[in-house]
């Protein structure tokens, strides 16, 4: 059942009131034998034939008046007597408030989209020169003393990166877990230079220790750990994981060669890979994995590589 608007009758739907009597030709009708369907046009003369001619007059006259006047009295019941009801001249009528259709909304449509980040950019090559982080140095003499360089123009921050690192080798999941303790400093009494360089530079270091590193890859040789901005900064594609974590893979498997520790192999498919498996050549089944112990202080170890 359709529901009538505001001030509309609920026995008078619009269906039903406005449609027909606004365009009906019998309302239109009724409005127009208002005024002048009551006058009498007379009877026609009465005929010779007496009583007869009485009975003759023409009574079909009188049935559209009175259809008129009744049409007119059920609109004026059914509007009411105050407000002039639009678009039917010379009739008042109340429909109560009538409201104009709300106005179609539109729908907001997708805000701008976002750019796109902008793309890190790794400069291939660098002046061999590096600038050593003082932030975070601990004046104490407990633990392995190390210490972080950045090569200049790689647009790293030195004392940011030595945090990063720092978080790392304490890490519950870190080598910390087994017992090993870290210091940094910055001067020659470290046994330990973590040294972030372009991927140029990171070749010639690895290349001094006769190994080829290809623009690619980080190393260990000596007591320096060469770390290749390019997987600092974009991380690896076999790696699932942002790039900040792949970070902590990079310092876990340099550093534990540093401790003595030699490649391992994936231990079995869905096992976490050891830190000291070249991940980066491929899992081979394992899940990735950037630290050297579980959180329950389980150590990832795996097949030794000859």
Do not use: K
């Not at 009708?29 to 369907?37: E, F, P, V």
């Not at 290809?214 to 942002?242: I, K």
């Amino acid at each position: 059942m359709t529901t009538p608007p505001a001030g509309l009758p609920a026995s008078a739907p619009p269906s039903a009131g406005l449609a027909n009597h606004t365009t009906g030709g019998a309302f239109q009708a009724g409005i127009g034998t208002g005024r002048h369907g009551m006058r009498r046009t007379g009877l026609p003369p009465a005929s010779h034939g007496g009583a007869r001619a009485h009975r003759a007059v023409p009574r079909r006259r009188w049935i559209p008046a009175t259809i008129a006047l009744l049409a007119l009295g059920v609109t004026w019941a059914c509007l009411g007597s105050a407000g002039a009801v639009p678009g039917i001249p010379g009739l008042s009528g109340r429909f109560g408030p009538v409201s104009a259709p709300a106005p179609a909304r539109e729908s907001p449509g997708p805000g701008p989209a976002s750019p796109p980040p902008a793309p890190v950019l790794v400069p291939e090559s660098g002046p061999g020169t590096f600038t050593v982080a003082t932030a975070g140095v601990d004046a104490t003499r407990v633990g392995r003393p190390y210490r972080v360089e950045v090569e200049d123009g790689t647009g790293v921050d030195p004392d940011e990166a030595a945090g990063q690192i720092a978080a790392i080798l304490n890490d519950a999941q870190g080598w910390s877990r087994g017992g090993v303790v870290f210091r940094q400093v910055a001067d020659d009494r470290a046994t330990l230079v973590i040294r972030i360089a372009t991927p140029d530079t990171a070749d010639a270091i690895c290349a001094a220790g006769g190994l080829e590193t290809h623009g690619e890859l980080n190393c260990r040789v000596g007591q320096t750990v060469a770390v290749n901005l390019r997987r600092w900064q974009l991380g690896s594609p076999e790696f699932d994981g942002p790039p900040e974590e792949y970070r902590a893979l990079i310092i876990n498997h340099e550093v534990g060669h540093w401790l003595g520790y030699g490649h391992r192999a994936c231990p079995g498919p869905g096992e976490p890979a050891p830190v000291m498996m070249q991940q980066i050549n491929g899992l081979h089944g394992c899940v990735s994995n950037a630290w050297p112990y579980a959180q329950d202080g389980t150590f990832h170890d795996g097949p030794l590589v000859p």
